[in-house]
């Protein structure tokens, strides 16, 4: 009963340290979302799951005319090139069909101006030409620099598209730039597609690495009759700007070229004009994404942590970690289809953290709380049990109960005869008075703790030990009728050696002799004691009749005595014998008691059978030739008949 307030007690602890880790989660949660890194973070986490499905560039998406190597070689001209040539390429590319063409090519200071005036008449209203925005910082003052067209551009109908963008702490480009009239807002417009507002600020939905966009060479945009498809750029919307087909990587940087969300895939940069067209795309097809407001996130935390504290109310163990990763998942899944369904981010880093750390906190109290208790099991049972039985104690403390439980135990008594005697004659010797009880009681502890049972207490010479507690031992009257044999053994070898030692000495030798007795039945087994100290132990009638039947041994000459359910459980694997009935307390009916012997033949069996039958009769007498039969048939009990004899000469006079 004193098991389950100590289990409820357990219980409300772990519940409370659990509250505390969830509260100090939140805590720190709050505060670890301030610093710039987690902020990264999350955006790195955007990264992974807005490019998981490998979106690519709508079919009616802008096209590229890449000023690349090829053209580069083929056009055969000093950077920049002669704005007359760009003035053919704006040419060519309205013959052809384009709706809107925008050039990521600033045209701020004036040139030759055979080449300004062929451009200035070449552009309109349907040209978009990039204009740049510097911001420059000294220790005095910020100054904002606006480089836009030449004027007499801008008067011929072009208009002006600031192409610079906002990179994010990392250099990692994910978020639609700010200006009302940036170079992919402006282009939208003249396109005419149908936009409510630049959602200036949010994320960005990349459409694929450097060159998902359907891309032509400068020098065949300057020929697109011979050297491209028909209608190619037929209602299109076509920019125009550096796109080299070697991508440079991150490592090694590139003019304007900028990291993206799929280069945490692929390590390549994307050309500034590939970057212009994915703006258009989501400015035009509404696929921006806004990022949730911190209540939704705050809101999303706290379910994460509910969640975490409710997979480990009861218990972590492996269904905890298959648990813990169905959870991460799930978070990661919540926040790609927000990506995809709602077009809002809610970032997974913060459930996903608190959630680990919920989990993972209390699994490691948990793990710390059960060393501990297997600690306090490995101390109080070291002592009593084999180490055996300690580590599958501590490796599965379930199997223990330490509050008191009624179990059918097989319980023995040993007592050294004749010690007392010998305790008077080494009284003026403690030192050997006590090495000879420790020389005998540790071969006898070994025994019972090698045959799996547990020592309850020592009684000077005696041993109180049982069997099938605290753990199981469905065979436990035979382990501890196998220990009583072994136990006599040491004692046999014990005295071989105190007969070597007295020799040598000159001295009389200590001989030793044990009885004992072996009881199996139900008994009260747990801790008992005071709060602050106690011992594994047992009682009951089923107790006290072992005890009764290991003092009752030397009168009937024997080292062992069963009680009745002893002997019935190992009579398959002994020859088991009775030897007298006796009154039980409880009972009034007399209950037998047996003792093993080891060399016996069925008709020298069926002989004592039929001895302790006329025993019960009273039909035997002192001159019966069947003591000296059974004697000599069965010589282990020769003194238990001698004893019976002498019993019926005493009667008889």
Same mark, same amino acid.
């Given at each position: 009963?004193?098991?389950?307030?100590?289990?409820?007690?357990?219980?409300?602890?772990?519940?409370?340290?659990?509250?505390?880790?969830?509260?100090?989660?939140?805590?720190?949660?709050?505060?670890?979302?301030?610093?710039?890194?987690?902020?990264?973070?999350?955006?790195?986490?955007?990264?992974?799951?807005?490019?998981?499905?490998?979106?690519?560039?709508?079919?009616?998406?802008?096209?590229? =005319?890449? !000023?690349?190597?090829?053209?580069?070689?083929?056009?055969?001209?000093?950077?920049?090139?002669?704005? %007359?040539?760009?003035?053919?390429?704006?040419?060519?590319?309205? &013959?052809?069909?384009?709706?809107?063409?925008?050039?990521? /090519?600033? @045209?701020?200071? *004036?040139?030759? *101006?055979?080449?300004?005036?062929?451009? +200035?008449?070449? =552009?309109?209203?349907?040209?978009?030409?990039?204009?740049?925005?510097?911001?420059?910082?000294?220790?005095? #003052?910020?100054?904002?620099?606006?480089?836009?067209?030449?004027?007499?551009?801008?008067? &011929?109908?072009?208009?002006?598209? !600031?192409?610079? !963008?906002?990179?994010?702490?990392?250099? !990692?480009?994910?978020?639609?730039?700010? $200006?009302?009239?940036?170079? #992919?807002? @402006?282009?939208?417009?003249? %396109?005419?597609? +149908?936009?409510?507002?630049?959602?200036?600020?949010?994320?960005?939905?990349?459409?694929?690495?450097?060159?998902?966009?359907? +891309?032509?060479? $400068?020098?065949?945009?300057?020929?697109?009759?011979?050297?491209?498809?028909?209608?190619?750029?037929?209602?299109?919307?076509?920019?125009?700007?550096?796109?080299?087909?070697?991508?440079?990587?991150?490592?090694?940087?590139?003019?304007?070229?900028?990291?993206?969300?799929?280069?945490?895939?692929?390590?390549?940069? =994307?050309?500034?004009?590939?970057?212009?067209?994915?703006?258009?795309?989501?400015?035009?097809?509404?696929?921006?994404?806004?990022?949730?407001?911190?209540?939704?996130?705050?809101?999303?935390?706290? /379910? %994460?942590?509910?969640?975490?504290?409710?997979?480990?109310?009861? %218990? +972590?163990?492996?269904?905890?970690?298959?648990?813990?990763?169905?959870?991460?998942?799930?978070?990661?899944?919540?926040?790609?289809?927000?990506?995809?369904?709602?077009?809002?981010?809610?970032?997974?880093?913060?459930?996903?953290?608190?959630?680990?750390?919920?989990?993972?906190?209390?699994?490691?109290?948990?793990?710390?709380?059960?060393?501990?208790?297997?600690?306090?099991?490995?101390?109080?049972?070291?002592? $009593?049990?084999?180490?055996?039985?300690?580590?599958?104690?501590?490796?599965?403390?379930?199997?223990?109960?330490?509050?008191?439980?009624?179990?059918?135990?097989?319980?023995?008594?040993?007592?050294?005869?004749?010690?007392?005697?010998?305790?008077?004659?080494?009284?003026?010797? *403690?030192?050997?008075?006590?090495?000879?009880?420790?020389?005998?009681?540790?071969?006898?502890?070994?025994?019972? @703790?090698?045959?799996?049972?547990?020592?309850?207490?020592?009684?000077?010479?005696?041993?109180?030990?049982?069997?099938?507690?605290?753990?199981?031992?469905?065979?436990?009257?035979?382990?501890?009728?196998?220990?009583?044999?072994?136990?006599?053994?040491?004692?046999?070898?014990?005295?071989?050696?105190?007969?070597?030692?007295?020799?040598?000495?000159?001295?009389?030798?200590?001989?030793?002799?044990?009885?004992?007795?072996?009881?199996?039945?139900?008994? /009260?087994?747990?801790? @008992?004691?005071?709060?602050?100290?106690?011992?594994?132990?047992?009682?009951?009638?089923?107790?006290?009749?072992?005890?009764?039947?290991?003092?009752?041994?030397?009168?009937?000459?024997?080292?062992?005595?069963?009680?009745?359910?002893?002997?019935?459980?190992?009579?398959?694997?002994?020859?088991?014998?009775?030897?007298?009935?006796?009154?039980?307390?409880?009972?009034?009916?007399?209950? *037998?008691?047996?003792?093993?012997?080891?060399?016996?033949?069925?008709?020298?069996?069926?002989?004592?059978?039929?001895?302790?039958?006329?025993?019960? #009769?009273?039909?035997?007498?002192?001159?019966?030739?069947?003591?000296?039969?059974?004697?000599?048939?069965?010589?282990?009990?020769?003194?238990?008949?001698?004893?019976?004899?002498?019993?019926?000469?005493?009667?008889?006079?």
């Amino acid at each position: 009963m004193r098991d389950k307030p100590r289990q409820a007690r357990q219980i409300t602890s772990r519940h409370l340290r659990l509250l505390v880790l969830s509260l100090t989660t939140l805590v720190a949660i709050s505060l670890l979302s301030r610093l710039p890194a987690w902020s990264l973070l999350e955006l790195r986490s955007f990264d992974y799951l807005s490019t998981f499905d490998d979106p690519r560039p709508p079919q009616d998406g802008p096209v590229i =005319v890449a !000023i690349d190597e090829p053209s580069l070689a083929d056009i055969n001209a000093q950077w920049p090139w002669p704005r %007359s040539l760009h003035a053919e390429l704006v040419r060519q590319l309205r &013959a052809a069909g384009a709706r809107a063409i925008g050039l990521d /090519i600033i @045209m701020a200071e *004036p040139s030759n *101006p055979d080449n300004d005036a062929a451009i +200035t008449e070449a =552009v309109g209203a349907d040209v978009v030409l990039a204009g740049d925005e510097t911001l420059i910082e000294t220790p005095q #003052a910020s100054q904002l620099i606006r480089a836009t067209p030449l004027p007499q551009l801008i008067e &011929a109908g072009a208009v002006t598209g !600031i192409a610079s !963008i906002d990179l994010s702490g990392d250099g !990692i480009f994910r978020r639609i730039p700010g $200006y009302k009239d940036g170079f #992919a807002a @402006m282009l939208a417009k003249t %396109s005419g597609a +149908t936009h409510a507002s630049v959602p200036a600020g949010q994320l960005i939905q990349s459409l694929g690495p450097a060159r998902s966009y359907p +891309t032509v060479s $400068y020098y065949q945009a300057l020929d697109p009759e011979n050297l491209l498809p028909p209608d190619y750029f037929k209602d299109r919307v076509v920019l125009v700007g550096l796109s080299l087909q070697n991508a440079p990587e991150i490592d090694k940087r590139g003019v304007d070229a900028f990291a993206t969300p799929y280069t945490v895939h692929t390590g390549k940069l =994307v050309s500034g004009v590939e970057i212009q067209a994915t703006i258009y795309d989501n400015i035009r097809r509404g696929l921006s994404i806004a990022e949730a407001r911190l209540p939704t996130v705050a809101a999303c935390i706290l /379910i %994460s942590v509910l969640l975490a504290a409710t997979t480990v109310w009861r %218990s +972590t163990g492996w269904l905890t970690i298959v648990t813990s990763a169905a959870a991460l998942l799930a978070f990661a899944a919540v926040s790609f289809a927000g990506i995809r369904l709602a077009h809002v981010f809610v970032s997974p880093l913060g459930p996903t953290i608190a959630y680990i750390s919920v989990v993972f906190g209390q699994a490691a109290f948990d793990f710390a709380e059960e060393r501990r208790n297997k600690r306090q099991i490995t101390r109080a049972f070291a002592q $009593y049990i084999s180490p055996d039985l300690v580590r599958r104690l501590s490796n599965d403390p379930s199997q223990l109960k330490l509050g008191g439980e009624r179990r059918t135990l097989s319980v023995l008594f040993s007592d050294v005869r004749g010690f007392t005697t010998i305790a008077e004659t080494l009284k003026d010797d *403690p030192e050997q008075l006590t090495g000879l009880i420790n020389r005998l009681l540790t071969p006898l502890s070994d025994v019972v @703790m090698d045959h799996g049972g547990t020592i309850d207490k020592y009684m000077g010479d005696c041993i109180m030990a049982f069997w099938n507690a605290p753990l199981d031992d469905p065979d436990h009257a035979l382990h501890a009728v196998r220990a009583s044999l072994a136990m006599q053994a040491a004692i046999s070898r014990l005295n071989t050696q105190l007969e070597r030692e007295a020799a040598t000495l000159g001295r009389k030798p200590h001989v030793l002799k044990m009885g004992v007795g072996i009881n199996t039945g139900e008994c /009260i087994v747990g801790n @008992m004691g005071s709060t602050r100290r106690f011992d594994y132990s047992c009682l009951g009638d089923s107790v006290n009749l072992a005890s009764r039947l290991e003092g009752a041994s030397k009168n009937y000459g024997v080292a062992l005595l069963l009680g009745e359910e002893t002997a019935r459980l190992v009579t398959e694997t002994y020859t088991v014998v009775e030897l007298d009935r006796i009154i039980v307390k409880g009972r009034t009916v007399p209950s *037998p008691i047996f003792t093993v012997v080891h060399k016996a033949d069925a008709e020298a069996l069926a002989a004592h059978q039929a001895f302790i039958d006329a025993k019960y #009769a009273a039909t035997l007498t002192p001159s019966d030739p069947v003591f000296d039969r059974l004697s000599a048939e069965i010589p282990e009990l020769a003194a238990y008949y001698a004893i019976v004899r002498d019993a019926l000469t005493e009667g008889g006079e």
